[in-house]
């Protein structure tokens, strides 16, 4: 289905469904917030006082998302947590569901298991032969093992969509209570596994994925909570259709709720968002006042931006209408939105642009069918700097993070080596992973998906989510590269050399995620840039670093946006490479990459974004590599399509830096 206009009869469908004996959305006194409990971790013995680099995933989905269930996974939160922290899990293989072994390369540092909320208690239901909503329509389907099963995409799709007597009973009594045994489920786990000593080895998090689809656009969130105090129940779309109206249930269910609830919210995939993720709009908040308003809570609940993952990148992409500047080379990565835009055969179509106009957000699409500045996020970061200035408030101020949206409950499995796929039966084989077909759901547009960085003083709850809300955080596109990134007026010029370079970058200036101090007077920003390789493991050793790059972007006084791209460290044309033929890297690299970089066309009358990427020299993509595993007669002929390049190269992109004309910094500590 995925790349085909969505036509008026489904939408009539979906409207048909929506509308069958649909149910109220409960109050929302129904989420009101209450601490679980359980016992309170020690103070961790361990402690950074500039900080150290944990690794994560917080996008991981098991049994309990009925997608997942219908590729034929059958491991539960345990199972997740198990193997984010070192241990083994199984993966089906045809009808066997434990056929397949898989184990990380590498303990994780912290995770959270975000199964979908939409269909928590409906799932219940319809496995349970006993309940009064088994033989509905709907539990047919659901039971049906189709893994996107067009009845349960236009739930998450109708901008009318609700809840129905058939399947949830009386009041939607059933599916409520079942959900809350299901979200309970999901709370133990993460207790059973976070390591409460004072070793802090590991850490988890209590959160659920909101996913919206609204219209055919992908505007998923995952919510994060900070501790055991949460939602008794996790909203979801199915209950609210807005994500502002999401963003103000959890502030006042839970922020407000005098229980010690803390939460944010994580958008991703904007890549697939059709240009609706970034949207500049208010509805309801007619006023400035008001605009702005919903800006500032866009930004208190959303501090953080889910970069890349396995349906893709969603840094940038060239040929954008309305951005300014030379072509970056390096935006065509991981593009999972182009295999939208193939129809048949090999052929190619250009995508048009993104449908505007007062009824924009009424026109149906399904799956990403346009594109649009407003889908990536180095043009939201800018757009963001245009929204300031018009309203005094920036609803795109958001660090960058990754992740993977494993639906094999495989939180941090990103090895590009032996990568087992994402989807269960929907990528179990590898002539699947290496095709491009739509035929199979788990094909080459995916990538193993990403890991989120964060630099804080300890492995703890409190230490990583201050860290978040800090912005002080980093994303990869899978190696464990640690970038850092300081912005300041007064750095010095020799930091890279001297010993105490951290201490004094955090006294000279403000870490990623962070805003520039006001400026005295005529000076340009100087920035230390700085980032250590992968070293890897004995059975997969890590690549070296290439380059560092500083990514620049601001907005003319016409609303046009600008980005250039300044390599400051390391060498483009090192001569580094790989033999497709071979997988067998070649040519020199570095392990560590440092330099202070001053912005040679700084204008202190115009905001600016910056922000770091880090890229390693060229390495194979996993589904070149399990091309070459094959038999030569046995591989399928995409292992020769050139969609994807087999040759990729691998980065870390850290937490902006911003730059405000006359304004006080803003700056978290």
């Known amino acids: 289905m995925r790349g085909r206009r969505f036509g008026g009869a489904a939408l009539a469908l979906a409207m048909a469904l929506a509308a069958c004996d649909r149910l109220e959305p409960p109050p929302e006194s129904a989420w009101a917030a209450r601490d679980f409990g359980g016992p309170r971790p020690a103070p961790c013995s361990h402690s950074v006082p500039e900080r150290q680099a944990l690794f994560g995933d917080l996008h991981i989905h098991t049994a309990l998302s009925n997608d997942a269930w219908n ?30 072994t898989a184990t990380i390369d590498r303990p994780l ?6 199964d979908h909320a939409e269909f928590l208690g409906e799932q219940s239901v319809c496995f349970d032969e006993q309940a009064a909503g088994y033989d509905s329509r709907f539990c047919a389907v659901m039971r049906s093992g189709e893994g996107r099963a067009p009845a349960l995409v236009l739930q998450i799709m109708s901008p009318v969509s609700a809840r129905t007597e058939e399947v949830c009973g009386t009041n939607g009594e059933d599916c409520a209570r079942r959900a809350q045994a299901t979200w309970r489920r999901n709370i133990e786990a993460a207790q059973r596994w976070q390591d409460a000593t004072p ?26 909570f900070r501790n055991t105090a949460v939602v008794q129940r996790p909203p979801s779309y199915i209950d609210i259709h807005r994500e502002w109206d999401l963003w103000r249930v959890l502030q006042e269910q839970c922020i407000d709720s005098a229980t010690g609830c803390d939460v944010l919210a994580i958008p991703h995939n904007s890549n697939i968002s059709n240009g609706r993720m970034f949207a500049v709009d208010y509805p309801g908040a007619g006023s400035r006042e008001a605009k702005a308003e919903r800006a500032r809570l866009r930004a208190r609940m959303e501090p953080v931006v889910e970069i890349m993952q396995h349906k893709g990148d969603s840094e940038c992409r060239n040929g954008l209408p309305g951005v300014l500047g030379a072509v970056d080379e390096l935006c065509d990565f991981e593009k999972f939105e182009n295999q939208a835009f193939r129809r048949s055969g090999d052929a190619v179509e250009a995508p048009g642009p993104c449908y505007a106009g007062p009824f924009a957000d009424w026109v149906p699409h399904l799956g990403p069918d346009c594109l649009d500045r407003k889908s990536y996020i180095r043009h939201a970061l800018v757009q963001g700097l245009v929204e300031e200035r018009k309203l005094g408030a920036n609803p795109f101020k958001f660090g960058l993070m990754a992740s993977t949206d494993t639906h094999n409950a495989m939180g941090g499995g990103v090895q590009e ?16 992973r290496v095709q491009f077909t739509s035929e199979f759901a788990g094909n080459a547009s995916n990538n193993p998906g990403g890991l989120i960085g964060v630099w804080a003083q300890e492995n703890s709850r409190d230490a990583i989510f201050d860290a978040l809300q800090r912005r002080e955080v980093f994303g990869t596109s899978g190696p464990r590269i640690q970038p850092r990134f300081f912005g300041g007026w007064e750095l010095a010029a020799d930091l890279c050399g001297r010993a105490d370079m951290l201490q004094a970058a955090y006294a000279a200036g403000v870490p990623m995620g962070a805003d520039l101090p006001p400026a005295p007077g005529d000076a340009a920003p100087a920035f230390l840039v700085a980032a250590t390789a992968d070293a890897g493991t004995a059975d997969f050793p890590g690549a070296p ?3 560092l790059q500083v990514i620049k972007g601001w907005a003319d006084a016409q609303g046009n946006h600008h980005q250039r791209v300044f390599d400051v460290a390391g060498q483009a044309g090192n001569g580094a490479g790989v033999d497709p033929a071979t997988c067998a890297p070649r040519g020199a690299g570095f392990d560590q990459l440092c330099s202070v970089w001053t912005d040679p066309d700084f204008d202190a009358s115009v905001a600016a974004v910056y922000y770091l990427r880090a890229v390693e020299n060229p390495t194979c993509r996993y589904s070149a590599r399990q091309c070459l595993e094959m038999p030569r007669a046995e591989r399928p002929a995409d292992c020769a399509d050139t969609l994807f ?12 830096i911003w730059y405000s004309p006359g304004t006080a910094g803003r700056s978290a500590d």
């Not at 059958?74 to 434990?98: H, I, N, T, V």
């Not at 540092?109 to 975000?114: L, M, Q, R, S």
């Open 417 to 432: 080596a032996n990568f087992p796929g994402h989807l269960g039966i929907g990528d179990e084989r590898p002539e699947q």
């Open 645 to 656: 390049d087999p040759v990729i190269q691998e980065r870390a992109w850290s937490s902006p």
């Open 109 to 114: 540092d912290f995770a959270a298991v975000t």
């Open 545 to 547: 670093l290439q380059r």
């Open 71 to 100: 590729f034929g996974l059958r491991m539960g939160p345990d199972d997740a947590y198990r193997y984010a922290f070192g241990g083994s899990l199984k993966l089906p293989l045809g009808d066997d569901f434990e056929a397949r």
């Open 199 to 224: 070793a802090c080895e590991r850490t988890t998090f209590i959160a659920y994925e909101y996913s919206s689809y609204r219209m055919g656009s992908n505007l998923h969130r995952n919510v994060i």
